[in-house]
């Protein structure tokens, strides 16, 4: 059977978001599953995390619901227990005799801690050869952050879509950029709390394969600012667990934007969720190939054809880039 990562090609060669770092505390198991695969993680005395298959080599039992002893995680069915490496280092059943115990590991994942985000290595057959994606937790002075974790039942590539806006488009090879050229543009929030004194606004949208986007609006010579940057990890076919990075700076009213930033951002991301929800059903009833399209969609287009080349690459070469203006209406 060829289950979600057999059928994903290259898009499993990265690292995946599994969660926030502050989730991961010492000595508890975590389960989280990407591409169908389920994976158990846990922190170790020393701070360092461990990501195991989640699946215990005598009996397919989750490790996930088993306790740590030690560093090692106890199988909670007849106790087979399991080191960092995933060598299994006792068999109660066999009491003294460790000769006995079959040197199978059950699989490891690298495991990276970057930009708050605990990320796992996701391509089985082969080493890491990239980074995380580099979330822009802002340091310099007046910018704050926080993230949002939301689940949606759809695919990243309908998600990032949908993330993104509608282009003005400058496209390169493995990532998209759209800048907007809109005089009369602006972001929703109100403008007294984010631009009280009317500054030009650079807009940009960024898509970066293979399942990230970043939203910037910037006010003045970064006087202001507003950046949103979402990292997808697919879990299944149509479920997908997207953290969103809000970055901000708003100068004298960022105490106020405090006070409701939050709450307006999970308002609008439950608008996408709902959407996101109803589009991913009805993709699974009708596919997703006989659409039409107008140059609105060329972003979009090109998004999806990065992603399905990337998902069977066979002999073919990655879609050229492409460079194109356009008038939209919004
Ligand atoms: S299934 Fe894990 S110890 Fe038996």
């Not at 879509?161 to 759209?178: I, Q, R």
Request: charged share 20%; hydrophobic share 35%.
């Amino acid at each position: 059977m060829t289950g979600m990562y057999e059928s994903s090609g290259l898009l499993v060669n990265h690292w995946y978001a599994a969660g926030q770092s502050k989730q991961f505390r010492k000595n508890i198991p975590v389960s989280v599953t990407i591409f169908e695969i389920p994976i158990v993680l846990w922190r170790q005395e020393n701070g360092i995390l461990t990501a195991l298959l989640d699946r215990c080599n005598h009996r397919n039992a989750p490790l996930s619901k088993g306790r740590i002893l030690n560093d090692c995680i106890v199988c909670p069915y007849h106790g087979w227990t399991y080191d960092p490496s995933g060598q299994c280092v006792e068999i109660p059943s066999e009491g003294p005799h460790a000769e006995r115990i079959p040197n199978k590991k059950v699989e490891s994942f690298p495991v990276k801690e970057a930009y708050d985000l605990v990320w796992i290595w996701m391509g089985r057959d082969k080493m890491p050869d990239n980074e995380p994606f580099e979330m822009p937790i802002m340091k310099e002075h007046g910018w704050h952050y926080y993230y949002m974790e939301t689940r949606f039942e759809n695919n990243v590539t309908d998600l990032v879509e949908n993330f993104m806006d509608v282009p003005h488009t400058v496209f390169v090879t493995d990532s998209v950029l759209v800048s907007y050229d809109q005089p009369n543009d602006s972001i929703g929030l109100s403008g007294w709390l984010v631009n009280p004194k009317n500054l030009p606004m650079k807009h940009t949208d960024n898509f970066y394969m293979p399942n990230n986007t970043r939203v910037d609006y910037i006010f003045g010579e970064n006087e202001r600012g507003f950046i949103i940057t979402s990292t997808c990890t697919p879990v299944r076919p149509f479920e997908t667990i997207v953290y969103t990075l809000i970055s901000y700076k708003f100068g004298w009213m960022t105490p106020i934007a405090k006070l409701g930033l939050n709450a307006y951002t999970r308002k609008v991301i439950n608008q996408d969720v709902w959407i996101m929800d109803i589009h991913g059903k009805n993709i699974q009833k009708f596919g997703n190939t006989d659409y039409r399209s107008t140059q609105c969609d060329y972003m979009h287009l090109y998004i999806e054809s990065l992603r399905n080349w990337a998902e069977s690459p066979a002999d073919k070469p990655a879609p050229a880039p492409i460079v194109r203006d356009i008038e939209f209406w919004v």
